[in-house]
């Protein structure tokens, strides 16, 4: 099946540092990545939707100077988190789906982002 | 805004029982997905059912969907220790993102 590696699988950054995860599919195109994050214990929340070759759509609530997403390639999105601060410590997810509606989407194995 | 909603937000079970898990959506969709994570991981697809269908299984999974009643329901048969995770529902819709509920939290106890 679809793999969607994501790096690193933790990381652990001072406040004010920047801090880039890479979301990659490794064995098909993915025109569209999404990125969500979860907090403990609750389910996860979509951040933004990263086109390859375009910007990225964020959802209401998401700043976009803060989480700055490029999709350079077919297989790959990268999510920078700028001048982290405590509160952006979560667990940060990727997905990409193939075309067709009817698949499954496949996740990447998550971000633990701890800014300290 | 969220869409599926899962209920009970957690349940705990004997192993070799089996486990039911309910959600509910809001709008129309064409499919309806059930994912596992487990602990500080990502998620794994368990299985998709479409819209025009009624009932899937996959091995000692079953999912059914009431689209009349926009509800779906997730049993697990003779759970194991294992089967220990959170289990999310999640809608989509044509050409959108999925929606994800918030979860139930399964434990299934030796």
């Known amino acids: 099946g679809a793999v969607v590696s994501q790096h690193p699988s933790w990381v652990i950054c001072k406040s004010g540092t920047s801090v880039k995860i890479e979301c990659r599919s490794l064995d098909f195109q993915a025109t569209t990545m999404f990125w969500y994050r979860q907090f403990p214990k609750q389910s996860l929340m979509l951040m933004a939707t990263s086109n390859e070759g375009s910007k990225a759509t964020y959802e209401q609530g998401v700043e976009k100077d803060k989480f700055l997403i490029n999709h350079a390639s077919l297989t790959l999105s990268t999510l920078t988190v700028t001048s982290a601060h405590p509160e952006d410590s979560s667990f940060y997810i990727c997905s990409a789906s193939r075309t067709d509606p009817n698949t499954e989407a496949f996740f990447g194995q998550g971000t633990r982002l701890t800014v300290v | ?110």
């Open chain 2, 1 to 110: 805004s969220q869409q599926g909603e899962e209920d009970p937000q957690a349940l705990s079970i004997q192993e070799g029982e089996n486990a039911t898990m309910n959600c509910s959506y809001k709008t129309s969709i064409n499919n309806l997905q059930w994912y596992r994570q487990n602990s500080g991981r990502g998620l794994v697809h368990l299985i998709l059912i479409r819209s025009n269908e009624r009932e899937k299984h996959s091995g000692r999974l079953r999912v059914t969907l009431d689209t009349s009643k926009k509800s779906s329901s997730l049993l697990i048969t003779a759970s194991r220790a294992a089967d220990t995770a959170s289990y999310f529902c999640a809608t989509a819709n044509y050409g959108q993102n999925f929606v994800f509920g918030p979860g139930t939290r399964l434990s299934v106890l030796p």
